[in-house]
């Protein structure tokens, strides 16, 4: 079926935090690339988004950290192109030990970008996307964030720097996490975990601009963080927390 894709990889020390576990921006990172990885196995790749003028962009992120993977674990990543319902497409990931367990899973909503007149387009006009053999109605929905009001229990602005950009132009989407757990009270992050990311996507933040992060912790184990770039709004985080739990050893079975 060409709407799944896997591939075996292994945590690195860069991919880990000091506690020894899987960053979870290295998780978003690799669903990322194995998103890109099935599009190339399907001829629907770089090469072929070059020549159509057309980019794919990601407007919506709802992450689930199960039980974060330690240093030298041996992992399966899965992902699969499950619907393209009108202008969106339903991708989703999965992060599983060697013996099955689900560690990480997320539901992701993309859509397709003309290069040429910036014009959102329709998923059935590309008849080459057929090629994912997707279903045609698309059953993931994710609750509007709620907003955030009053002032910011944190603030931070970050520079866009040049490795902040990817081959788009513009920056990564993952850095919008970054930037929203960079904002985070350092007692929180080094006594807590995340246990669930949702993120919206409303525009681009490029090289050379500075983005404010605005935090608020709207729950005991909740911040909701707004980025901008002066009066744009560039991206919604809501983090779900958890006390820390202590790293499961990795053995040769895992």
């Known amino acids: 079926m060409g709407n799944k894709f896997a591939e075996t990889c292994r945590t690195a020390t860069y991919d880990c935090t000091f506690q020894s576990k899987l960053s979870p921006v290295t998780a978003l990172n690799w669903f990322q690339e194995i998103a890109q990885l099935h599009s190339e196995e399907l001829g629907l790749g770089f090469s072929f988004m070059e020549e159509k003028g057309l980019a794919w962009f990601l407007v919506k992120?709802?992450?689930?950290?199960?039980?974060y993977p330690v240093y030298d674990q041996r992992l399966i990543i899965e992902t699969e192109a499950v619907a393209f319902d009108r202008f969106a497409a339903h991708r989703t990931f999965r992060l599983l030990s060697q013996t099955g367990e689900l560690m990480v899973e997320a539901d992701s909503e993309?859509?397709?970008?003309?290069?040429?007149?910036?014009?959102?387009?329709?998923?059935?006009?590309?008849?080459?996307?057929?090629?994912?053999?997707?279903?045609?109605?698309?059953?993931?929905?994710?609750?509007?964030?709620?907003?955030?009001?009053?002032?910011?229990?944190?603030?931070k602005e970050f520079q866009v720097r040049y490795l902040d950009i990817d081959y788009n132009g513009h920056v990564n989407n993952v850095k919008y996490l970054v930037w929203a757990i960079e904002t985070l009270p350092p007692e929180i992050i080094n006594?807590?975990?995340?246990?669930?990311?949702?993120?919206?996507y409303k525009d681009q933040a490029f090289y050379g601009g500075t983005v404010t992060v605005k935090a608020v912790q709207t729950g005991e184990f909740i911040w909701r963080t707004d980025i901008t770039d002066g009066d744009r709004r560039l991206c919604e985080v809501e983090l779900t927390?958890?006390?820390?739990?202590?790293?499961?050893?990795?053995?040769?079975?895992?």
Not at 191 to 200: A, F
């Open 191 to 200: 006594r807590e975990e995340i246990e669930r990311v949702r993120i919206i």
């Open 241 to 254: 927390m958890r006390e820390r739990s202590e790293p499961v050893e990795c053995t040769a079975a895992c």
């Open 110 to 155: 993309w859509m397709m970008l003309d290069r040429d007149t910036g014009r959102v387009l329709r998923l059935n006009t590309i008849p080459e996307l057929a090629a994912y053999e997707t279903a045609e109605k698309s059953e993931f929905k994710m609750r509007r964030l709620e907003k955030i009001d009053g002032p910011a229990d944190q603030n």
């Open 61 to 67: 992120y709802d992450v689930r950290f199960i039980r």
